[in-house]
Nanobody, 121 residues
Framework: QVQLVESGGGLVQAGGSLRLSCAAS????????MGWFRQAPGKEREFVAK????????SYADSVKGRFTISRDNAKNTVYLQMNTLKPEDTAVYFC??????????????WGQGTQVTVSS
């Protein structure tokens, strides 16, 4: 069993930056693909970014490409999402997710509780 806990959300002005962290416990993360999803009010949850267990491959949604960077530190069992040039449309609850294997599934097995990101215009 893997437990995921997000942190780092908050209120920021448009154009600003935030770094989200996802700390995992219960398993060593190196064998798990991980990623971030988000859900805005009244909308469905959507994919944001993902990273393989070794960190060698990363993928992003088109809406965040060039602004967000996903990374991981397997020694600390932590995954990060650096968010730059934030826009009001980035406002959402951000969820960390994980599953065993090379690639992150569209329906990962493990989820965090979410952290709120609010971008003011």
């Amino acid at each position: 069993q893997v437990q995921l806990v997000e942190s780092g959300g908050g209120l920021v002005q448009a154009g600003g930056s935030l770094r989200l962290s996802c700390a995992a416990s219960g398993r060593t993360l190196s064998g798990y693909a991980m990623g971030w999803f988000r859900q805005a009010p009244g909308k469905e949850r959507e994919f944001v970014a993902k990273i393989t267990g070794s960190g060698g491959y990363r993928s992003y949604a088109d809406s965040v490409k060039g602004r967000f960077t996903i990374s991981r530190d397997n020694a600390k069992n932590t995954v990060y999402l650096q968010m730059n040039t934030l826009k009001p449309e980035d406002t959402a609850v951000y969820f960390c997710a994980a599953n065993q294997g090379m690639q992150l599934s569209t329906t990962p097995d493990y989820w965090g509780q979410g952290t709120q990101v609010t971008v003011s215009s």
